[in-house]
């Protein structure tokens, strides 16, 4: 053994220095781009933008949309990850397709979409395409012979939006003067933003829910039903607790994605000053109007807020949390 | 609540491509029962369709005290279960985990009370009630676990592999503790091991799956 030779192995810096290379051009693209809004505004400039009243209003909008956003998207994300990560049923590689749609459209088509059902489709045929969704879900379930309770669900549903189908069919009036008859406009109204930013910012976080239930044993809830629970006393008791950090996350990125929506805000909330403007499309309305450092000086509060967000997710996974 | 005679009656279980074929056994009242098979024999599938933690068995009855309880829920069965993994829930206190049971089952606050001191004296977790499982070490951990499945008093206490991975003094210490319980308790067990040895420390017969 004291005789075999030391086997000759290549020198590893010439790696390390590949992937030090790339960090670096990457990192150092990313520190340019924020260097170059810096270098484009000054103290001065940026506290004047900053105490516009038109620009508090963005900012305070901003931040309620965002938080608004963030609330209804950890409200769904929740139990859709559950369903998700818990249950396999027929169809649930559709499901979870589809389910990302948002997050791979173009952002502009996100708007327009929503824009046109608001706008231009009645209520019947929004109720019949419903009807006609879940009556075909329900027979391919039942086809395949999947769970009664949810295909006698999806059948009752087809009938209800079949019902409501008959009942609106004849009105002239759009869904979106329904929900303003109701109190509650949305097409270039602050609502709208709201809407505008949801899809996009619920598919992220139904993705960071989906991932935090998967990294959650499936033991805790069967120990907990063997002690009395049903399904949903188990989520409730157990899976939710120790889901807690995965929720705050999913809620911290759905805020940092409504924060950087704009597309469809654009085209469905529009971008009026003082009314439905938000940090996004301010930093729009400044380049329209040829106002250069008023727009970087609010690009660099979006890019803090953004990277403060990102690092409350950091810390949180850090932690060891279900994230 | 003594221990009921659990009978399986040629139970047949389909859990993806694995195929349990039938399979039949019967455990006395108060009977400990080691199963034991090679890996991937379906020891812990028959385990769980015993609990009701999978959907129904594809054929035959798992009946229990003269109960036919091949389809109802989990916690209608009056089973506990002690998993390979313990999974003791990590948000709360010993005393927490062990009242979580008789909590659900609307217990009296007195009752529960005597039924996890009695728990905690008899499983030596006295000094350990207020804290969480994070602090546990491996050994008790599981004690902490056998209280939890023992605190409603089950029919039929169900151990997967329950002491994998303890080194050999805890895992002795512990095998103990389990067999002083199931005595005590007079409750009637099924335990899934791998362990030959194991299987003879504990229980009063081995049965073997291929």
Known sequence: ?323 | MSGGILVLEQVTVQAGDFVLSPFSLEIREGECVALMGPSGCGKTTLLETVCGLREGPVGGRVVLDGLEVTNLPPGARGIGLVPQDVVLFPSLTVREQIEFGPKLHGWKPEEIKERVESLARDLGLEGLLSRLPEGLSGGEARRVALGRALALRPQLLCLDEALSGLDEARHDEVLGVIRKMIEREGVTALHVTHSKKEAEAIADRVVVMD
């Open chain 1, 1 to 323: 053994m004291s005789d075999q030779k030391i086997w000759r192995v290549r020198p590893e810096w010439p790696f390390l220095l590949f992937l030090v290379f790339v960090v670096a051009a990457y990192l150092g693209l990313l520190l340019l781009l924020v260097g170059a809004n810096m270098l484009t505004v000054s103290w001065s400039q940026a506290s004047e933008i900053l105490k516009d009243a038109d620009i508090q209003h963005s900012i305070k909008l901003t931040f309620v949309t965002c938080t608004a956003t963030a609330i209804l998207s950890v409200l769904v994300s929740v139990p859709v990850g559950y369903l998700l990560s818990r249950y396999q049923f027929r169809g649930r590689a559709l499901v979870d397709t589809f389910l990302d749609i948002p997050i791979l459209l173009p952002p502009l088509i996100v708007g327009l979409s929503l824009l046109i059902l608001f706008n231009r489709i009645p209520p019947s045929a929004c109720c019949g395409m419903l009807a006609g969704g879940t009556l075909i879900a329900a027979i391919w379930g039942a086809a395949r012979k999947g769970n009664g309770i949810v295909i006698r669900f999806l059948v009752g549903s087809a009938i209800l939006f079949g019902l409501l189908s008959f009942v609106f069919a004849g009105s002239q009036r759009s869904l979106e003067g329904i929900v303003s008859e109701v109190g509650f406009p949305m097409t270039f109204h602050p609502l709208g933003v709201v809407l505008a930013q949801f899809p996009v910012a619920a598919a992220f976080a139904v993705r960071t829910m989906r991932t935090t239930f998967d990294q959650i044993s499936p033991r805790y809830e069967e120990v907990a039903m063997t002690l009395g629970c049903n399904r949903g006393q188990a989520f409730m008791r157990v899976v939710l607790p120790l889901a807690g950090k995965g929720i705050v996350a999913a809620g911290t990125m759905a805020w940092a994605r409504a924060l950087g929506e704009f597309g469809p805000i654009l085209i469905f909330a529009g971008a009026t000053r003082g009314r439905t403007e938000v940090l996004a499309t301010s930093v729009f309305l400044e380049i329209n109007i040829g106002n250069l450092p008023g727009a970087a000086a609010l690009s660099l509060l979006m890019i803090l807020l953004a990277v403060s967000t990102l690092l409350i997710v950091r810390c949180l996974a850090g932690r060891g949390g279900a994230v």
